[in-house]
C-alpha cells in the first residue's frame, strides 16, 4: 500500500529549500555589477565620466559613473603588475586632482569563504534539530504526528514467562482461563462438538486480586501475539482518535490471528452511555461504539479473544456486557486462608526464608489480605530482614511486616507525654478485653501502644479464627461493643473522654446504621430495608441516598440506631467495671513492654482460654467445695438429710 508522505517532512523540504536560497544569495552578491574591457574603462578615464573608483589588489578595478542621471557600476580587471606601474599611476593621480575619489582596498576573496561558512553552519543546525528535535517528537511515543495509530504494545516475554504455575488463590479462574487457551492453540477442539469460544472475558475482582497477573499468564500460556493496552490510552483531546485506535488496534490483531487483546481497567472507555452531565455524545461514547462494533459487528473476526478488567463492573454500559461480547465474566475473588497460604509460597520463592517459618499461620493472621498485600507483606519482611543484617528471613520480620500492611510503619519518634500514652494504653485494653470476653467477637491477637501510620496513637489486631462470609447480628452487636470498648474504658478509668475515639464511634454509627435500614435487624422497623444508594457513573460512588420512607420512619430509623449502639456501649462499660481491679495491672505491663499478646492478657486478667475466645473461671459452690473435705460418711449423712 503506498504511504501518503507525513506532513512533518513536507514541512521540513519547504523550510529547507527556502533557507537554501537564501544562503544561495548571500553567497553571492545580490548587487548587479557590469564588467567591462580595459579599454573601455580607460576611455572613460579619458572622458573623465568616472565618479568613484575603488583599486583591489588582485587586480579588480570598480568604478562608477552617472548614466541618464543614475549611478551605475562597473568594474573591469587588470593585472597586478599594471597596477603597479607608472603609467597606470599617473592615471590616478590625474583623477584625484580632478576631485574624483580613489581608494585601495584588499580583495574579497576571504569573503566567498566567510559566506560559504555562513550558509553550511546554519544548514547543520538545522539537520541536527530535525534528526534528534524533530524526529522525537514525530515518534509513536509522543504521537505527535501518528496519535491515531493504536498504542497498544505486544508483549514479549522477557526472560521466564509467566504461566499459570505462578497464580494461586483464584484456582476457579485459572480453569475458566484454560479454556481460552486450548482454544487458541488447537481452535478444532471445540469446533469438532459444535461450541465456540467466547468473544470476550472480562475479569471482575476488588484492587489487587490478580487480574493483570492472570492475563499475562494466559500470554504465557497461549504463547500467541498478545496486545495490551490501557482504557484511558484509546481517548485524546482529538475527535475520533479514540475510534481510530480502536479500529487499528483490531486491525493489528486480526493481521496476528490467533491474538489476544487485553483491555486493562476497561471502565475508562465503557462506562454507561448518555449518563454524563448535559449529554452523553462525546469522545469516550464513540470510541466505546467502535470497540462494540469490533467486538461484534457485521465484520466478523476470526481466533482474536478479548480479554478486559475492571473492578467497577457495575459502571459497565450493558451492551458490552451482553452474550457475543464479553459473554464470559470471571470472578477474582480475595483469595481463602488456603489460596492466601499459597500465594505466599509463591512469593517467597527464591527468598531466604527461615524453614520454621509456618506459612499456613501467616495465612490465618492476613484475613482479607489480597495477592498485592501478600506480596507487599513478603517484600517488607525482606526488607526489615536486609535492615537488621540477618542471613534468613524469621518470624520477626513477618510479624513486624503484617503490622506495617495493617497499620503503617511504627514511629518510634513520635513521643507521647506519660498521661497521653497511659490514656492511649486503657482505649487499646478497653477494646481487647471487650473482644476476649465476649464470644462472637474477634479473637484478639495483640495490642500495641506504638504510634503507626497517620495518626493511629495504638492499635489492637483482632483477626477473625477463619474466613467468614456471612455476619449474625450477635456478632455484629458483640463487635459493636468491641469497636466501642476503647471509649467505654477512658470514661470507666479517667471520667472523661478523649478525642481517640472519633474514628470507633463513625465506624459504629456506620455499622448500626446498616444493621437497621439495610439488613432489617431492627425488631422495631422489621426486615424492611430503607432507603436505597444510587451511584452516579459519572458523579462518584455512592453519593446520594433516595429516601422512600417519611419523616416519622426517618426518626425510628435514628432512634434504633441510637438505641443499637447505647446499648452496645453499656455492655462495654460493663465488661470494663467487671475487669477493672485487672486493669490497672495489664496497663502497666503493657506500657512497660509496649505491645502483649492477646493471650498475655488474658492471663493477667484471669480469664481460661474456651476455642476461640477467653472466659472467666467457674467458681465453685461454697457448700460442695468444703463437702470435698469431708469424710465420705459424713458427706453421705448429709445428702440423706
Known sequence: MERRPRFGMILFYLVFGIFLIIALRGLYPSNEINTVQYSEFIHELELNNIEEMVIYDDGRVAYSKFVSGKPKAYQTYVSPQTLSTDQFQTLIDDLVKKGVEVRYEKGNDSMFWVNLLGTIIPLAIIIFIWFFAMRSLSGRSSQAFTFTKSPAKKYIASGKKVSFKDVAGVDEAVEELKDAVSYLKDPNVFSETGARMPKGILLVGPPGTGKTLLARAVAGEADVPFFFISGSDFVELFVGVGAARVRDLFAQAKANAPSIIFIDEIDAVGRHRGAGLGGGHDEREQTLNQILVEMDGFDEK????????????????????????????????????????????????????????????????????????????????????????????????????????????????????????????????????????????????????????????????????????????????????????????????????????????????????????????????????????????????????????????????????????????????????????????????????????????????????????????????????????EPKAVRSERKEV
Not at 457475543?324 to 465474566?329: L, N, P, Y
Not at 452516579?536 to 438505641?563: C, H, P, Q, W
Not at 506500657?591 to 498475655?600: D, L, R
Request: charged content about 30%.
Open 302 to 629: 476470526s481466533g482474536v479473544i478479548v480479554m478486559a478488567a475492571t473492578n467497577r463492573p457495575d459502571i459497565l454500559d450493558r451492551a458490552l456486557l451482553r452474550p457475543g461480547r464479553f459473554d464470559k465474566k470471571i470472578s477474582v475473588d480475595p483469595p481463602d486462608v488456603k489460596g492466601r497460604a499459597e500465594i505466599l509460597k509463591i512469593h517467597m520463592r527464591g527468598k531466604p526464608v527461615d524453614p520454621d517459618i509456618d506459612v499456613w499461620l501467616l495465612a490465618k493472621r492476613t484475613p482479607g489480605f489480597v495477592g498485592a498485600d501478600l506480596e507487599n507483606l513478603v517484600n517488607e519482611a525482606a526488607i526489615l530482614a536486609a535492615r537488621r543484617k540477618r542471613k534468613l528471613i524469621g518470624a520477626s520480620e513477618f510479624d513486624e511486616a503484617i503490622d506495617r500492611v495493617i497499620a503503617g510503619p511504627a514511629k518510634k519518634s513520635k513521643v507521647m507525654n506519660p498521661r497521653e500514652k497511659r490514656v492511649v494504653a486503657y482505649h487499646e485494653l478497653g477494646h481487647a478485653l471487650v473482644g476476649l470476653t465476649l464470644p462472637n467477637a474477634y479473637p484478639v491477637h495483640k495490642i500495641s501502644v506504638i504510634p503507626r501510620g497517620v495518626a493511629a496513637l495504638g492499635f489492637t489486631q483482632s483477626l477473625p479464627a477463619e474466613d467468614r462470609y456471612l455476619n449474625s447480628k450477635t456478632e455484629m452487636l458483640d463487635n459493636l461493643a468491641q469497636i466501642l470498648g476503647g471509649r467505654a474504658a477512658e470514661e470507666v478509668v479517667f471520667g472523661e473522654i478523649t478525642t481517640g475515639a472519633a474514628n470507633d464511634l463513625e465506624k459504629a454509627t456506620t455499622i448500626a446504621r446498616a444493621m437497621v435500614c439495610q439488613l432489617g435487624m431492627s425488631e422495631r422497623l422489621g426486615p424492611i430495608a430503607w432507603g436505597k444508594e444510587e451511584s452516579e457513573v459519572f458523579l462518584g460512588r455512592e453519593l446520594t441516598r433516595m429516601r422512600n420512607y417519611s419523616e416519622e420512619i426517618a426518626s425510628e430509623i435514628d432512634n434504633e440506631v441510637k438505641k443499637i449502639v447505647l446499648n452496645a456501649y453499656d455492655q462495654a462499660k460493663e465488661i470494663i467495671i467487671k475487669f477493672r481491679d485487672k486493669l490497672d495491672e495489664a496497663a502497666n505491663d503493657l506500657i512497660e513492654k509496649e505491645t502483649i499478646t492477646g493471650k498475655e492478657l488474658a492471663e493477667i486478667v484471669g480469664l481460661v482460654e474456651e476455642g476461640n475466645y477467653y472466659r472467666e473461671p467457674e467458681v465453685e459452690d461454697e457448700n460442695e467445695a468444703n463437702a470435698d473435705k
